[in-house]
């Protein structure tokens, strides 16, 4: 009888914690922390770490219409941009969504870029962005394809 007591306080003391809900994290969350790592990792000049965000064989789609296929040709361009350049990008995720291995976030950004010799001034510019991401086989997310637009650009 003792034994079905203490089963009993066990159960009735642990129900409250057993019916709480558990947290809520939304399934899009990730995606649109990736595009803010991306920026930041822009922002720093990691060449590197932005390339460890990349899905084999990525795609990105330039503001100018370029189309740059594979990761060897995408960290050729991007080493040529951040030795001409310092940038200070920020990302503002506006929708996000996944399904299945596939997940996308879009959102619009501002950049400010400078010379890195200083000549010139700055350059401020604004537009939009797309991320889609891959679920790749070890869980994570990773960069599939990428696009970027440009609706405004001014000298400072």
């Known amino acids: 009888m003792r034994m079905h007591s203490v089963a009993a306080l066990t159960a009735f003391m642990l129900a409250p914690l057993l019916m709480a809900e558990a947290p809520v994290v939304s399934p ?5 922390a990736l595009s803010a790592r991306w920026a ?5 000049k990691d060449l ?7 899905a084999p064989e990525p795609v990105f789609l330039t503001a100018s219409g370029e189309r740059w296929e594979g990761a060897a040709v995408i960290r050729a361009h991007f080493a040529e941009g951040l030795a001409e350049y310092n940038p200070q990008l920020a990302v503002k995720s506006l ?6 291995d596939l997940a996308y976030d879009s959102g619009s950004y501002e950049e400010t870029t400078t010379a890195v ?3 010139g001034g700055a ?3 604004k537009g939009s962005y797309l991320f889609v991401f891959r679920r790749q086989a070890d869980g994570s997310w990773k960069i599939l394809e990428q696009v970027w637009t440009q609706r405004g650009v ?3």
């Open 154 to 156: 001014a000298r400072m």
């Open 28 to 32: 899009t969350a990730e995606p649109a």
């Open 95 to 100: 929708k996000s969504e996944a399904s299945g």
């Open 40 to 44: 930041a990792g822009w922002s720093a």
């Open 48 to 54: 590197d770490g932005l390339m460890a965000l990349y």
């Open 117 to 119: 010799h200083g000549s």
């Open 123 to 125: 350059i401020r510019a």
